[in-house]
């Protein structure tokens, strides 16, 4: 007799019955190896309970893969290293703009601009010699939260005042040549169908395609600090207020966290574990 497939509780509050295949596609995009893959898939199938959440499917998994391959272990856990940035948008703010640095762009943070009728608070601005870009950074704790379309219409109400303006970054006067709606987990369909109707450049975390959140991260080396698993909750804090957020800014770089407050053999271990991803 078949045994009965456990429900799984989504992060959107929904159910649906556990399916391999998702976990095995999650698995081999970080990276793993076909016979890690296929012991993980085993070992969680055999401890699944009715009603168990993604997430924690996403925590085993993660567990088991550290234990067998390591540096994929922290590509599969990308996603979660992004949400662990929180609880404000502060970091994430910052996260968005060393993105943006990482293209070529010089970017300021938290920017106060007057638009044609009154003034905005801008998360993050990024410019070179083509463009002059106005980014809007929504950060949410959980995957299933997404923007919706009240989030796109404010977005686009603040890019049409934007728009009525010109602006200082560059050296030289300016209009703002795109407005970004940024998120680290995604959106509603409404919220996309709008966004695409008004020609908005909306990118969440798997969404568009190979300019999405999750590609931007991979193709420009640009793993959080939040994926450290040696790292202490008060030396995150420390590093992350200081604007230190990508494992790459302490690759090789020990002096930079002893400047930051880390005692030198914690640094050291850190820096080992960066180095060993």
């Known amino acids: 007799m078949m045994k009965n497939i456990p429900s799984v509780m989504k992060a959107d509050g929904k159910s649906e019955q556990f399916d391999p295949s998702k976990l095995e596609k999650s698995l081999l995009a970080a990276g793993a190896k076909p016979e890690a893959v296929q012991k993980i898939i085993a070992?969680?199938?055999a401890e699944l309970i009715e009603g168990i959440t993604t997430s924690q499917i996403y925590k085993h998994a993660f567990f088991l893969l550290h234990k067998l391959q390591t540096p994929a272990s922290y590509r599969y856990g990308m996603r979660?290293?992004?949400l662990a940035l929180g609880p404000s948008g502060f970091p994430f703010e910052k996260y968005v703009a060393e993105i943006l640095r990482s293209q070529g762009y010089s970017v300021e943070t938290n920017q106060m601009v007057r638009g044609?009728?009154?003034?905005?608070?801008?998360d993050v601005v990024a410019w070179n010699e083509k463009k002059?870009?106005?980014?809007e950074a929504k950060f949410h704790n959980q995957r299933g939260m997404k923007c919706d379309l009240k989030v796109a219409l404010y977005v686009k109400?603040?890019?049409d005042d934007l728009l009525e303006a010109t602006y200082t970054y560059g050296g030289h006067r300016r209009s703002v040549s795109e407005n970004w709606l940024i998120t680290n987990t995604g959106f509603t369909s409404t919220a996309i169908e709008y966004g695409m109707c008004k020609n908005m450049t909306m990118i969440g975390w798997s969404y568009p395609g190979r300019v999405s959140l999750q590609s931007m991260i991979e193709d420009?080396?640009?793993?959080?600090?939040?994926c450290l698993t040696e790292?202490?909750?008060s030396e995150l804090k420390s590093l992350l207020e200081q604007g230190i957020v990508l494992c790459k800014q302490i690759r090789n770089n020990v002096s930079l966290l002893v400047d930051a407050g880390l005692?030198?053999?914690r640094a050291k271990m850190l820096v080992d574990e960066v180095n060993n991803i």
């Open 43 to 45: 070992h969680v199938q």
């Open 263 to 265: 005692p030198s053999e």
């Open 220 to 226: 420009g080396d640009l793993m959080p600090i939040t």
């Open 116 to 122: 044609g009728c009154v003034e905005h608070e801008v």
């Open 132 to 135: 002059l870009i106005m980014c």
């Open 157 to 159: 109400a603040r890019f």
């Open 231 to 233: 790292i202490h909750s």
């Open 80 to 82: 979660q290293a992004v």
